[in-house]
């Protein structure tokens, strides 16, 4: 029989299993495969929350989604077109994102009584989570994997470890995607130290491969065509990995040899191990005891002339409070990357929320205002990571970056730019001196006082935690401090002027704004468009500058009658406009699950702005 190769504009695969599955590594590559072949796409990997759950059961479930289409594509998607479900554990905890048109791939050999068992099920798991009416595949991929390498030599333990690749065969030929960047890749990861596992693996594909092309697995195949990008060379990219490059442009540009102090913390750690890898690029990483020690080298290291850089999540955020605080005091150059997860305390380190944003703006004690500035979409990261280090050491501030574990983790296809494309980075150093040093003395044009770094003969100068006068001279004095308060203050503000304003997707005035921050951008774009094309008319604008606001707000929001404010916690940047832009009416549309918005609940909540019907949500 000769079957069909349907062409789709877009479909979503969510691979998973238990964390020793290898999920994530055969979503990871399906993606990259993708990205090579042409495709647009977004992923997202949805880790467990616990660390070595009981295998088999639904808290230690790992999942990937990948969505690749033939044109653009925004979100990782709301529901899967294929489930792969290693065991009952991973069909039970995905059941609940499939489309009614979804197919769904099971591991036979998982599906014995033990495996059931553990997962909850008292009868038929199809016909228990109501998915019978779906295109079932059932095959029994552990004894396929092992009758494919039952010749390799390798032990059982290790055959079995390869199930994964024997999956993603399968998956390859559904959707018709080729082999050859995956037998590169294999190349490339075992054929220095581990060269006996090249065969293996590569064997192990092909036959998953043909055993779906062989027993014509499924009617039909499916096609989807490179996208029509923009000329040039592309990559797939996650957004740790984007902000560590963005940071070592910036470095580059600068002059500045880049430091990252900073203590391991999900999601977070990947930026600090990427950093680490680039010594050659005079970067310098320490891995410290505790999130307080990271930030005062990275302190230490601005202060001693360096790019610095600290990078951590919502609890260590907290940790550093304080020392953040010295280095507003001190006004010196510092990058903090928070990688957001879900809250409060340890709260659940592997799920995405927007909850960090009221500890972000106001954190810590005294007047102490902070840049902040926000990535919308995991390339973007590089940009923001670029940008927040050029105000940071042209403006004399602290800059945090309001990254998220879903963009963190996430990836899509970055066209990697000529740095002949980006600006010059001009740190505020101090160069000629015409009497005494005054360190707090500022530059006319920034508001940034000057940075003279240690071993400057005649710029010799002392900051800290105390409060000083333009001299640097302790001072108690209520007149100065107001003075000095102001001046810190006006600097920030003063930044407005050197960032872009706010921009508007659609009509230029009418009744309703849709507004987001950081990477709710992909899926808010989506829905407003979803909206439109049923004849609606909405405008959107997204928030990559936090504090201060582009310098155009006032005027935007003046052109609509009503805002509409979509976050991923209980309105935090709902009240930050309320306190700064109180004149205007506003409403929130509000997520606090550990997961990103789905499309439809945004397309929901705009209708029912629009009708006129409260969306508050909380």
């Known amino acids: 029989m000769r079957h069909k190769v349907i062409d789709a504009k877009d479909v979503v695969i969510r691979f998973a299993g238990d964390s020793g599955d290898g999920m994530q590594l055969t979503g990871s590559l399906f993606a990259n495969m993708s990205a090579i072949y042409g495709n647009e796409l977004s992923t997202f990997p949805d880790y467990p929350a616990e660390i070595r759950a009981p295998k088999g059961t639904v808290s230690g479930v790992s999942g990937f989604q990948v969505h690749i289409g033939s044109s653009e594509v925004n979100t990782p998607g709301d529901f899967c077109d294929l489930l792969v479900a290693m065991n009952p554990a991973a069909l039970k905890a995905n059941a609940k994102w499939l489309k009614r048109t979804a197919m769904v791939l099971v591991n036979q050999d998982a599906f014995d009584d033990d495996g059931l068992r553990k997962a909850g099920f008292t009868m038929n798991p199809f016909e228990e989570l109501k998915i019978d009416d779906r295109d079932i595949i059932i095959i029994p991929i552990t004894k396929m994997t092992e009758e494919s390498l039952k010749d390799s030599g390798l032990d059982l333990k290790s055959i079995q470890k390869c199930k994964n690749m024997f999956t993603l065969g399968v998956a390859c030929y559904i959707f018709d995607r080729p082999l050859q960047y995956l037998y590169d890749y294999i190349e490339n990861k075992f054929g220095k130290k581990h060269p006996e596992m090249v065969a293996p693996n590569k064997k192990v594909l092909t036959d998953g491969f043909n055993y779906a092309a062989n027993i014509q697995l499924i009617p039909n195949t499916y096609h989807i065509e490179p996208a029509k990008l923009k000329k040039g060379l592309y990559r797939n990219i996650t957004g740790n990995q984007a902000t560590a490059w963005g940071l070592i442009a910036a470095a580059e540009k600068s002059g500045l040899p880049l430091f990252c102090g900073s203590y391991p913390i999900t999601p977070a750690t990947n930026i600090l191990e990427e950093l680490a890898i680039y010594k050659s690029l005079n970067v310098k990483t320490m891995q410290a005891e505790d999130e307080i020690a990271g930030i005062c080298t990275a302190i230490g290291a601005a202060f001693a002339g360096h790019l610095a850089v600290t990078t951590t999540s919502g609890p260590g955020l907290s940790l550093k409070s304080e020392a953040l605080g010295l280095a507003v005091m001190a006004e010196l150059p510092l990058v903090v990357v928070d990688v957001q997860r879900a809250g409060p305390?340890?709260?659940?380190?592997?799920?995405?929320?927007?909850?960090?944003?009221?500890?972000?703006?106001?954190?810590?004690?005294?007047?102490?205002?902070?840049?902040?500035?926000?990535?919308?979409?995991?390339?973007?990261?590089?940009?923001?990571?670029?940008?927040?280090?050029?105000?940071?050491?042209?403006?004399?501030?602290?800059?945090?970056?309001?990254?998220?574990?879903?963009?963190?983790?996430?990836?899509?296809?970055?066209?990697?730019?000529?740095?002949?494309?980006?600006?010059?980075?001009?740190?505020?150093?101090?160069?000629?001196?015409?009497?005494?040093?005054?360190?707090?003395?500022?530059?006319?044009?920034?508001?940034?006082?000057?940075?003279?770094?240690?071993?400057?003969?005649?710029?010799?100068?002392?900051?800290?935690?105390?409060?000083?006068?333009?001299?640097?001279?302790?001072?108690?004095?209520?007149?100065?401090?107001?003075?000095?308060?102001?001046?810190?203050?006006?600097?920030?503000?003063?930044?407005?002027?050197?960032?872009?304003?706010?921009?508007?997707?659609?009509?230029?005035?009418?009744?309703?704004?849709?507004?987001?921050?950081?990477?709710?951008?992909?899926?808010?774009?989506?829905?407003?468009?979803?909206?439109?094309?049923?004849?609606?008319?909405?405008?959107?604008?997204?928030?990559?500058?936090?504090?201060?606001?582009?310098?155009?707000?006032?005027?935007?929001?003046?052109?609509?009658?009503?805002?509409?404010?979509?976050?991923?916690?209980?309105?935090?940047?709902?009240?930050?406009?309320?306190?700064?832009?109180?004149?205007?009416?506003?409403?929130?549309?509000?997520?606090?699950?550990?997961?990103?918005?789905?499309?439809?609940?945004?397309?929901?909540?705009?209708?029912?702005?629009?009708?006129?019907?409260?969306?508050?949500?909380?």
């Open 345 to 618: 305390s340890t709260g659940i380190p592997t799920k995405t929320e927007q909850t960090d944003l009221n500890q972000i703006l106001y954190g810590r004690n005294g007047e102490c205002p902070v840049v902040v500035v926000a990535p919308h979409s995991p390339a973007n990261c590089f940009e923001v990571a670029f940008n927040a280090a050029k105000i940071a050491v042209e403006h004399m501030v602290p800059v945090i970056i309001a990254s998220e574990g879903f963009l963190g983790n996430g990836s899509e296809p970055w066209r990697i730019p000529s740095m002949s494309d980006y600006p010059e980075i001009h740190p505020a150093f101090a160069h000629d001196l015409e009497g005494t040093f005054k360190p707090f003395e500022r530059d006319p044009r920034t508001l940034a006082r000057r940075w003279a770094i240690p071993g400057q003969r005649g710029f010799e100068h002392r900051v800290g935690g105390l409060e000083k006068d333009h001299n640097g001279v302790l001072s108690s004095d209520p007149l100065n401090h107001a003075t000095m308060v102001h001046e810190r203050a006006e600097k920030i503000k003063h930044i407005s002027h050197v960032i872009p304003g706010l921009r508007v997707d659609g009509p230029e005035r009418g009744k309703l704004l849709v507004v987001g921050w950081g990477g709710t951008y992909g899926h808010i774009l989506s829905a407003v468009n979803e909206v439109r094309e049923k004849g609606a008319d909405v405008s959107f604008a997204h928030f990559d500058y936090i504090n201060p606001l582009p310098r155009n707000t006032e005027e935007v929001f003046a052109r609509y009658e009503h805002i509409l404010v979509c976050e991923l916690n209980s309105g935090h940047f709902t009240g930050y406009l309320r306190s700064r832009l109180p004149q205007y009416k506003y409403t929130k549309f509000t997520k606090v699950q550990g997961q990103p918005f789905l499309v439809q609940e945004l397309v929901g909540a705009i209708e029912a702005s629009l009708a006129g019907v409260a969306v508050e949500e909380d």
